[in-house]
């Protein structure tokens, strides 16, 4: 008797774990998006199709049916890699790459008035402007798919002293034209054919030469695992609704992916009863960020989610904030019942930053926020 109730215990023990969120399975997947070998899962060395082809196969090991031939919808964008070593000196004064000088795209040079605050200025002969500013940038290397003039140099102003006479710059910006991407798209058939829909972007910045990789643990390798360890729970069951799951490319180049996979309908919007989009993860120290908490179609979602929070205190606040296009949630609001849910507060690497790596990010908040998604998502 006594080894039949061990063994039904353990079978217990077992269904639970195999139905509950996982911070271990979600900071696996977190450490291998994020890891040297991915390039920052960009465009240099292909690093978004290294981070499609795991998550592809992550899909198919965890059972998810695949949305698309082999989990992949693919689609091309114009857009930039750096590729081999990129160094500046001005006046013969060698600067450090990301610390003390930054590549970023003109057309937002061209979208500020940076180059008329700047404290000192000069253009290169190819054309790229080299800027002093107080503060470095934190904007995507690689977006703006603007073939001439594709850059300027930000550096930081105190760094040079004297009037800038002697700039050497070897920067390995390479144009890709119709570059080759992909989403990688799968689901679980649940009881009824209404869905709930889960994305993130899985791809970041990639490098800055051979020397900065942009590892992107929290932006977004934290919303990947979150999508994933749901879609990992689903595939231990049958859920009621069915459930989809989205990770798109070409986030960092302008929410490109989400909008060619929102206009190219893999779905039947009219049967999505919600999409969940997670950007950003670790962390959350602060509480929990959700956007197009006021619209008609998304804000009992919202009051929902805080309905719960008031009984649990999982987190500190439910932030509330209007629809905005600052993730990939926002193409598909125009097709169904939209949000976009990120963490506040850290502790986490940095945003756009080298720095952004595994064992920066926090996911002590990790369980009790999954709960609250899985509630909302009537994934139980």
Known sequence: MKRVLIAVLFTIMAFATAHAQDSAYARRIIQTLSSDRMYGRGFCHHGDSLAAQFLSSEMKRLGLLPLQVDYMQHYTLDCYSFNGPTSLSINGIELEPYSQFRVLPAAQLSRSNKLEKAKWSKQLKDGTWVIGVPQLDTYSPIAGPEKANPVFIEVIDTLITKRVR????????????????????????????????????????????EGIVFHGAHDNASGVAAVMDLARIAASQKPYYTMVFMLFSGEESGLLGSHYAAENHLIDYSKVKLLCNIDMFCGGDEGIMFFNATSKNTKQYYDQLKAMNDET??????????????????????????????????????????????????LSHYNAYMQLIKQLAGLE
Not at 183 to 201: K, L, Q
Not at 318 to 332: G, K, L, Q, T, V
């Open 166 to 209: 002697k700039v050497k710059a070897d920067i390995p910006l390479q144009f890709h034209k119709d570059y080759r991407t992909q989403n990688v798209v799968g689901y679980v058939r649940g009881v009824i054919d209404s869905m709930i829909v889960f994305t993130a972007h899985y791809d970041h910045c990639g490098t800055m030469g």
């Open 313 to 362: 205190h999982a987190a500190v606040e439910i932030r509330p904030r209007d629809n905005r296009p600052n993730s990939d949630h926002y193409w598909f609001s125009n097709y169904c019942p939209s949000i976009f849910l990120l963490t506040m507060g850290g502790p986490y690497g940095g945003y756009h930053d080298p720095a952004d790596t595994c064992d920066e990010c926090g």
